[in-house]
Structure formats: C-alpha cells, structure tokens
C-alpha cells in the first residue's frame, strides 16, 4: 500500500502564477482533507471531500482557491493568481469514513511563491 | 469553535528517560476525539495516539501514553524510554464527534530533541 501520495514535492511559483497540487489517497479511501502548514505553526484545516462532492470547505479563502476530488483520478488543490503569503506546506490526508479514527497524511507539498 | 494550545514551544530529554508532553484545550462539546502527531524532518504526519473522550481510560500505545483529565480539557503525552528517532514535532489535535465534523483542530505544535 503506497499511503497517501502528494506531489510534487516541491513547487515554485512566481507571483500572479496558478499552481495546481495533487494528492492520491490510500487505496480504498474515499475521504480526503487538505491542510496548509505556515512555518512555526500547526495544520490548519482547508476543506474536507468525498468522491465528486464538497463535504466542508469552511477552511477555504473564499477567492482564488479551489478544490476537486473527481470520480477519478487525484485529488486536486489549485491555488489562481498565487501571492508571497501563499508560501506554505500543504499536506493532504485520506481516511475511509469519517475520520474519527484519524487520518493517514501524506508528505505535503511545499509551495514557494517567488 | 474549539482552541488547541500547546505552551510550551520545546523541550530537551536525554535517551532512555520519559518525558511528558502538555495540551490544553477549549469546547462546549461533549463528543469528540483527541489525537496527538508526530511530525518528523521528513515532514509527513504520523498518527501516535488517539482518545475518545467518552472513554475514561487513558490511552496507550506502547511506550506513548496519555493523560487525558477531561474536566481540565487536558490532555497530555507520556513518552517513556525515549529513542532518537523520537524526536520530531508533536501536534496535539481535536476533532468533533459525529457526522460530518471531521476536520482536526491542532495546536501549534512542540519541538522534542531526544539527546544521546
């Protein structure tokens, strides 16, 4: 089982620039949430989705960020006209069902916006 | 909303000893779940150990443990013999019962250096 996989890894983007992060859940998940990490900070919550439907997005700047989790295919976290304060790791977890039992996280994606 | 706070920005412990972790948090609910994370310089999050509150028993997980004091909103981690790949941050996280509350409100997060 290859857990949670994000990429890229790393990405660099100049201002005004779109950047569109991917993550793949664990084999036989279907709900995934994102998270954005600020250096010196805890994970703050972004959105939570299920196969091809928004369940929370009430962690989402309400411009110019979007999510989607198609029926198939990665999950997708776009960020449009990226800005400095963008900058940030942004890591992406799988569970099963609801979560309540924790989720398995991948290992983010750090956005470096130049 | 609920509050996750971590005071304590790092702490020091030489191998073989234990040392304990603190988390307090705020709620006006009576379900949830506490979770405690390891983050490691690899940077991805790794589940350590989890609480229902409804459940008066502490939580073990080999040699992690908790303390869990739910009139304080307590919540505290117990490592004993500690190894050098123990060290890592570690986040103290909250999540809601039921439904479709499942996001996780974390603490900022503690430093742990293990010193040989």
């Known amino acids: 089982n290859a857990g949670v996989m994000q990429n890229p890894r790393h990405l660099v983007r100049r201002r005004g620039q779109e950047a569109r992060l991917r993550c793949s859940p664990m084999?036989?998940?279907?709900?995934v949430y994102w998270y954005r990490q600020l250096p010196e900070e805890g994970l703050k919550f972004m959105v939570y989705?299920?196969?091809?439907?928004?369940?929370?997005e009430s962690g989402m700047p309400k411009e110019r960020f979007s999510a989607e989790f198609p029926k198939e295919g990665p999950s997708i976290l776009r960020i449009q006209q990226v800005v400095r304060g963008d900058s940030a790791a942004y890591f992406c977890?799988?569970?099963?069902?609801?979560?309540?039992?924790?989720?398995?996280f991948g290992s983010g994606t750090r956005l470096t916006v130049v | 909303a609920q509050t996750v706070t971590q005071s304590q920005p790092e702490m020091s412990v030489q191998e073989a000893e234990t040392v304990t972790l603190s988390c307090t948090y705020d709620?006006?609910?009576?379900?949830?779940?506490l979770f405690w994370y390891k983050q490691p310089p690899s940077r991805q999050m790794i589940l350590v150990i989890r609480?229902?509150?409804?459940?008066?028993q502490n939580a073990t997980e080999n040699r992690f443990s908790v303390n869990f004091q739910k009139a304080a909103k307590s919540f505290s981690l117990k490592i004993s013999d500690s190894q050098l790949g123990d060290t890592a941050m570690y986040f103290c996280?909250?999540?809601?019962?039921?439904?479709?509350?499942?996001?996780?409100?974390f603490g900022k997060g503690i430093t742990l250096s293990v010193r040989p």
């Open positions: 996280a909250f999540m809601k019962r039921g439904g479709a509350n499942s996001k996780l409100t």
């Open positions: 709620t006006s609910e009576s379900n949830y779940y």
């Open positions: 977890a799988s569970s099963p069902d609801t979560g309540e039992r924790g989720y398995t």
């Open positions: 609480q229902e509150a409804y459940k008066q």
């Open positions: 084999k036989g998940h279907s709900h």
């Open positions: 989705l299920q196969k091809e439907n928004i369940i929370d």
